[in-house]
């Protein structure tokens, strides 16, 4: 199987000065999980390699750097989700993980259940071997100086001007032909406290099904809840392999995009939500659609050319 990558770093209105920074993030994260695949590695190794690199990056809203909850601590939430056995390992409301990936995939492979939050999953994250930080180390500067205008004002967009961020994602197929997603985010800024949106609930925020194909979505958690957006994504994977098959051109790529797409009409049909997805087609074929201003994504293409952009 050919392997294939794909990484999204947030769908918002992600403004010019920010938009260099997010595809070099975008590129450094293929560039890691790229290495992993490329050199035999599993589509979980390229997954984790990819999120850590945008989970450390501050101009993603995931890991160090992620937004502010109201009482002004990072408050982080992970899925990683294994494509041939449809488990997740998914954790939420992380105040001392410094990748909250490394918890989901501790979860995915050494726990009897598949999702936990708040105190006892940190628990369970250091118990197996991932490291944890002090709460204050995942605060970035930017992010505190928009926290404080937000207090003294209201929480307003104009305050995170220059580095609004967005959750990050990424979706791997392995040689072996082994798919799995992941998301990670910090959330909405000035959320409150245990707030958990769609990204780290399967099905929500993220959802891999060998049989159709992985994803990994971004935009506002509330909306994206409702129409269950990565399994909805899917499930229209599903329905287009043989309408891939019945276009024009007969290339597949079309079937992912227009899956994608339509997850993200439904979206905006269902909600007037806004937001965006990654997915790769189970054969590995990269899609990707938004109905925000800009998302910030990156792929490799079949020859092995990088792809990355704000669009
Ligand atoms: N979906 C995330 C959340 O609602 C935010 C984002 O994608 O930027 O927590």
Avoid at 108 to 130: D, I
Avoid at 147 to 159: G, P, T, V, Y
Avoid at 178 to 193: D, E, I, M, V, W
């Amino acid at each position: 199987m050919r392997p294939s990558l794909i990484v999204h770093g947030g769908a918002w209105d992600i403004p010019d000065e920010a938009a260099e920074a997010c595809t070099a993030g975008c590129q450094r994260a293929l560039v890691a999980g790229w290495a992993v695949l490329a050199g035999g590695g599993t589509a979980l190794d390229a997954i984790e390699a990819a999120i850590v690199v945008l989970e450390d990056d501050p101009v993603f809203d995931a890991g160090y750097g992620s937004h502010l909850n109201l009482d002004g601590r990072v408050e982080c939430d992970a899925i990683v989700m294994d494509g041939a056995t449809l488990r997740a390992g998914a954790a939420a409301t992380l105040h001392r993980v410094k990748n909250p990936i490394r918890a989901a995939r501790a979860i995915l492979e050494k726990c009897p259940h598949m999702m936990l939050v708040a105190e006892g999953a940190e628990r369970f994250a250091q118990e197996n071997g991932v490291a944890l930080c002090k709460a204050e180390e995942l605060v970035s500067e930017a992010e505190w100086d928009a926290w404080m205008k937000c207090k003294k004002d209201a929480h307003a967009a104009e305050h995170h001007r220059g580095h609004e961020q967005g959750t990050v994602g990424a979706v791997a197929l392995d040689y072996e032909g082994r798919l799995f997603a992941a998301t990670s985010t910090g959330g909405t800024c000035c959320k409150l406290p245990g707030r958990v949106g769609d990204s780290p609930l399967i099905g929500c925020g993220c959802y891999a099904d060998a049989e159709a194909g992985g994803v990994s979505c971004t935009g506002y958690g509330e909306a994206i809840m409702k129409v269950v957006m990565a399994k909805s994504a899917t499930d229209y994977l599903r329905g287009q392999d043989s309408a891939a098959a019945h276009t024009e051109d007969g290339r597949g790529s079309s079937g992912a995009m227009l899956a994608a797409k339509r997850a993200v009409d439904l979206l905006a049909a269902r909600t007037a939500g806004t937001g965006g997805l990654i997915l790769l087609d189970r054969n590995g074929e990269p899609g990707f659609a938004f109905n925000t201003p800009r998302m910030a994504y990156g792929y490799v293409e079949a020859g092995g050319t990088f792809i990355t952009s704000v669009g």
